[in-house]
């Protein structure tokens, strides 16, 4: 076969997102359409700003769900190796045996210099992001808040100690904290598993607190829905660390109820991230309490005779959720450039990874001479971030005029 010019790369390349696009038109039309009762997210799409960064960052959130869900996106095997296609340019077509026995006929992007397809590589490295940066900016988040609402709001001692701790983690360079944490010596010695059986607590901690807090005067309801939500939540945090802590431990969970299998490496760097994220996580949510819990509303609370978690999860965090979110946006793409980092610098995920950091670094050896191998996930990257940057920006915009 004929390679392809680079107008039948392009429509080869626009034809294989087909899915997503559909996606997006329907995300967006109805999304609009409901705006009015959407609260601050159906504001989102009065931004234009907003509605950019929302397009990119749903477009490769579709591309990882449809490429790891259905196999829709990407046209090869991102691990399979084709001799004849090393380092050839975009639209370059497959060795006629190849195409008789069912693949796609064409390497889109081209092939990279182990003859991999790039653009098979770049779709599914997104969903290695989309499992990894949401869920740990999250975790980071349960960890931020739980401990940073308490410090802000009842000060003393327990603010003192709290926050020397962490000043100290945040006091450490990122890039070598990190690359501490996931280095295979680290590793070896068990300390991630039991950092994951620390932090991976907190967001047991937070839903078992919000909602005692919220049904302590009705037992009839608190009592069946604490034992429901913490009884699954108990179950996935032991699916979780046990997975983590083999031969420590925390290694405590039969395997005929452990409900996934975490890759050793892809824990390590969760753990990292949210390890890394939680002390600022920490640090703006205590600086929030701080400003808010002289407000008349907390002043009201305090008279009806609310306890003062009650105070802080229903009366505080709503009130200081616009910043929160916002931040959140952001640090999902600083979680992505951390995770682009590692890759590139082959700590953390399997060598064998087709995330985009490890792609990039695939390919910048022969940069000189093929632009492509690299070039398709840098843009990948690029692209993520500034739609979660863009994102922060419109949400940004859309809280102010609240």
């Known amino acids: 076969m004929e390679p392809l010019s680079w107008g039948g790369v392009i429509f080869g390349v626009l034809g294989q997102f087909t899915p997503v696009w559909i996606a997006l038109f329907l995300t967006f039309a109805v999304s609009i359409y409901f705006k009015a009762n959407l609260g601050l997210y159906g504001k989102l799409f009065d931004s234009i700003i907003g509605m950019i960064g929302f397009f990119l960052v749903m477009f490769w959130i579709y591309t990882g769900l449809f490429t790891a869900i259905f196999d829709l996106i990407s046209t090869h095997d991102p691990l399979a190796q084709i001799p004849q296609m090393k380092n050839k340019v975009p639209g370059w077509a497959l060795p ?40 740990a900016a999250l975790f980071a988040y349960m960890v931020g808040i739980t401990l940073g609402l308490p410090a802000g709001y009842y000060g003393g001692r327990f603010d003192t100690v709290l926050s020397f701790l962490a000043n100290l983690i945040l006091a450490f360079p990122v890039i070598l904290l990190f690359y501490l944490l996931v280095t295979p010596e680290i590793v070896l010695t068990g300390i991630p598993a039991y950092m994951a059986a620390v932090l991976f607590v907190f967001p047991l901690l937070f839903v078992g607190i919000l909602l005692n807090s919220k049904f302590v005067t009705r037992p009839e309801i608190r009592t069946p829905l604490l034992i ?48 890394v994220n939680s002390p600022t996580i920490f640090r703006i949510v205590r600086g929030l309490t701080l400003d808010v819990k002289s407000r008349d509303y907390v002043s009201a609370a305090q008279t009806r005779g609310e306890s003062p978690w009650y105070i802080m999860l229903w009366e505080i965090l709503p009130n200081v ?42 390919g910048r050896r022969l940069l000189s001479v093929y632009l492509h191998p690299p070039l398709a996930p840098a843009l990948a990257l690029l692209s993520l971030v500034l739609g979660l940057n863009l994102l922060a920006d419109g949400l940004r915009e859309e809280s102010l005029k609240d």
Request: with cysteine; net charge negative; hydrophobic share 50%.
């Open 228 to 275: 429901g939500v913490l009884g699954v939540g108990f179950w996935l945090y032991a699916s979780l660390v046990s997975e983590a802590g083999r031969g420590t431990f925390v290694d405590f969970f039969p395997a005929w109820l452990d409900l996934f299998n975490v890759p050793g490496g892809v824990l390590v760097v969760f753990v990292s991230v949210v390890f």
């Open 321 to 362: 959720r616009g910043p929160l979110i916002v931040d959140f946006c952001l640090r999902i793409g600083y979680t992505t450039i951390l995770l682009g980092t590692l890759g590139f610098f082959g700590l953390g995920l399997p060598p064998e990874s087709p995330d985009w950091g490890s792609t990039i670094n695939d």
């Open 96 to 135: 006629e045996a190849r195409v008789e026995q069912g693949l796609y006929p064409h390497y889109l992007l081209g092939g990279d210099n182990l003859g991999r397809d790039v653009f098979s590589r770049m779709v599914k490295g997104s969903w290695v992001v989309i499992q990894i940066a949401p869920l």
